[in-house]
């Protein structure tokens, strides 16, 4: 399998900026050989480029816009763990993906967004065609009533290094 910084290449994608913290924290720590993230939200250039609970009624962001913003977070992610390690190409393996998702509650059962695992995916899914096997990960996708700043989704990564 390539390097990690060839396959984004060959997928026509790079690494963002690391956003800056909106609150007291920093974006990632590194303890031994493993990096934990923040929560990183879909950043593009400083802005969401959506905002609102995820969900399949008129005026939500639907799943499949959403599942798009899980990529563009965990992209943000990969990008705070690798400046923590000096490079996408030091990261061994992904150990763990936590994602959040801002779903609709509209009071009915067949209202209510339960389709978190479709949405996370976004980022699963794109981890596995950076890191091939090395990307296969343990994962959570969590529905919340809101998240920083109305983001729709908001990913945690927890990474394996190199010596």
Same mark, same amino acid.
């Given at each position: 399998?390539?390097?990690?910084?060839?396959?984004?290449?060959? %997928?026509?994608?790079?690494?963002?900026?690391? &956003?800056?913290?909106? +609150? *007291?924290? @920093?974006?990632?720590?590194? =303890?031994?050989?493993?990096?934990?993230?923040?929560?990183?939200?879909?950043f593009v250039d400083g802005q969401l480029p959506q905002l609102g609970l995820v969900g399949v009624r008129g005026g939500d962001v639907s799943p499949d816009e959403a599942k798009? %913003?899980?990529?563009?977070?965990?992209?943000? &992610?990969?990008?705070? +763990? *690798?400046? @923590?390690?000096?490079?996408? =190409?030091?990261i061994e393996r992904v150990v763990k993906l936590t994602g959040f998702v801002a779903s609709a509650d509209h009071g009915s059962t067949d209202e209510r967004f339960t389709g978190q695992p479709?949405?996370?995916?976004?980022?699963?899914?794109? %981890?596995?065609?950076?890191?091939?096997?090395a990307g296969q990960h343990a994962r959570s996708a969590v529905g919340v009533a809101a998240l920083p700043l109305d983001a729709p989704v908001e990913i945690e990564l927890i990474v394996r290094v190199r010596d």
């Open positions: 399998m390539a390097m990690p910084s060839q396959r984004l290449a060959e %997928l026509n994608l790079k690494l963002p900026s690391v &956003a800056p913290p909106v +609150a *007291a924290y @920093v974006p990632a720590v590194r =303890d031994g050989g493993l990096v934990y993230t923040s929560g990183q939200l879909p798009g %913003l899980a990529r563009i977070a965990v992209l943000n &992610a990969l990008a705070a +763990a *690798a400046a @923590v390690v000096g490079g996408i =190409d030091n479709g949405v996370i995916n976004g980022a699963s899914e794109l %981890l596995g065609e950076i890191f091939g096997e």
